[in-house]
Structures are given as C-alpha cells and as structure tokens.
C-alpha cells in the first residue's frame, strides 16, 4: 500500500516501540480482549502502556489509547501530550483519533488497518480533517503484519466458538 502525501515516514525507533505495544496486545489476547496494545513516548521513554480492557472494565471506552492518553496526561501532569507519540496496533476508531486531537498529540504511529472502523484512513480522516483545530501526524504501517495477525486469530477464534 503506497502511503498517504500527508503520512509522516517512519522513524528508527517506530519498530522497536510498537513492538512493545503488540506485546500488550498479546497480553489483551490472554485476557479475552480485543487484542490492541497502545504505548505513548515522551523524550525516548514510554510514559504510558495500556491494551484494551474493555471486557475486564465493562466499559465501552476502555480502548488501548483511550487508557493511555489518560495515564500520559497524568504522567506529563498536563492533558496536552505534547512532544509525545503514540504507537496503536491498529488503526484508531473515532474515539479515540478525536481524543488525540484533542489532547494535541504531535504523531500517531499505527500497525494495521481497520476497513471498519478507522478514522485516520479507512473510515474517517479525524486526525488531518482541517476543520479542526489540531492535526495529527501520522505513520501507518509499522509491523502491520504482527499487528494483523493477531485480531485476525482472535475473532476466528471468536467465531469457532474458542
């Protein structure tokens, strides 16, 4: 898939970071959770970590990134997040692509698409939609195999009743 004009290229560190947020969607697998793992990165460090939770927490906003800008604003002690990139295994949903305009977050590093639901290129453009007042730059792609792979086993596993 040739990128988008307004995609931002990967950089050096965008394997090695959303490597780190498969692992926690291997962790949501494990739990029966939709398996998306989301970390946020502030200065080269990861200040937040998070997959969804959902099920456990019975609420329909506990979304992988949802959970993460809010431990990141508590880590930063601000709700901007600015200087800070988040890394989602797949493509963010409405909700959580408006939460990260509205948390100001500079760049959004995603593995794999979602054709049903996603709000950065499938579904929606939320995060370069002009009318807003923040855009978000973002990196599509990184480790989308991986990140694939393992929605894709989870909900054949959902289906064959496992």
């Known amino acids: 898939m040739m990128p ?17 947020a498969l692992r926690l969607a291997e962790a949501a697998l494990g739990r029966d959770e939709v398996p998306v793992g989301c970390v946020i ?3 080269g460090r990861v200040i937040a ?6 099920e456990m927490l019975r609420d329909p906003t506990a979304h992988a990134e949802m959970v993460a ?4 604003a508590e880590a930063l002690g601000s709700w901007r997040l600015e200087g ?21 977050l500079p760049r959004c590093v995603y593995g794999a698409t979602d054709p049903k639901a996603g709000a950065v290129e499938s579904v929606f453009r939320l995060l370069d939609e002009p009318r807003l007042n923040h855009r978000v730059a973002t990196t599509a792609g ?21």
């Open 41 to 43: 990165v502030h200065d």
């Open 4 to 20: 988008m004009p307004d995609q931002s290229p990967a950089e050096p560190d965008d394997a090695r970071w959303m490597a780190e």
């Open 84 to 104: 800070c990139t988040l890394y989602v295994t797949l493509e963010p949903c409405a909700m959580c692509a408006g939460a990260m305009v509205l948390a100001r």
């Open 69 to 72: 800008i809010t431990q990141a």
């Open 142 to 162: 990184v480790l989308a195999e991986p990140c694939g792979a393992i929605l894709t086993q989870f909900f054949q596993a959902k289906r064959s009743g496992n």
């Open 49 to 54: 970590r998070a997959h969804n939770q959902r």
